[in-house]
């Protein structure tokens, strides 16, 4: 009689072995915290990011979501172990992830005056180039150019022209080329461009498209750059670098910390993203 009730009881632990013996489950992709990251978790975070179905995102674009994905998870993970976030069944799914990782980084260092004042230094050693803001049409023929020139000093709107001939990529909207430096163009038409006054129609010129006509809408002379605007764009710039940095290196510290493993064998693709400090389920460094 014992021997009968024993082996169904044998049986059993035999059964639960593997769900006792500590190793993550099979639908596993990554390990936070000690804490399994389920693969249907990222399969649905490729989703909502991408708006199109799991199976679509290729590997590269499926590489970038997870560097993101497992972020997400050792910030809610660092969040849940601070107190700051209890883990619940779903918890963290519509948490504000940004604004956990700035409690949990604290604020970014801010330049030092004396780091402001040689950025601007720097700027103001390079002398603005001469600008123009010109707009375009472009013909297979000088004869075509010169008709479409006919047709502007007639009174021809210049948008009607560039959409009804202009052989120019975006034609269609006017042809516009935004501010253009003097010292990067072909000569022949940074010649036509540079000469020509504000309002004025220069051209046909010949370059690399064909045969070019040129309106020139507004002109920025060259000459020392402004230095209140140029302390404004310093000052910008420093603050989101330091402001990257300083977040980059909080989020290195939380892997290491969270001991961020990843299973890479268990990805429908080559996961080969940021590697963050772990190991691989086979006991490879990552």
Known sequence: MARRILWPVF?????????????????????????????????????RETGRPWTAADGAVACRLLDQFLDREVVLEAARARGLLHRTAGSGKDADVP?????????PPTPSPEEVEAAVEREMATPRPERVEARQLVYRTRAEAERAIARLRAGEPWEKVSKDSSLAPNAKVGGGLGWLERGVLPS????????????????????????HVFEILERCDGGPPDRDAVRKKVLSALVSSLARRHQSACLERLRREAGLVVMRDRLWFGYDGRRTGGTDDDGKSG
Request: proline share 10%.
């Open 188 to 211: 022949g038409i940074e010649q036509a461009l540079f000469s020509a006054r504000v309002g004025t129609v220069t051209g046909p010129v010949e370059g690399p498209g064909g045969f």
């Open 11 to 47: 049986v059993f632990v035999l059964a639960m072995l593997p769900a006792c013996s500590g190793g993550p489950p099979d639908d596993a992709v990554a390990v936070v915290g000690g804490h399994p990251v389920r693969l249907e978790a990222f399969q649905w975070f490729v989703e």
């Open 99 to 107: 604004e956990l990782l700035a409690g949990l980084c604290g604020p």
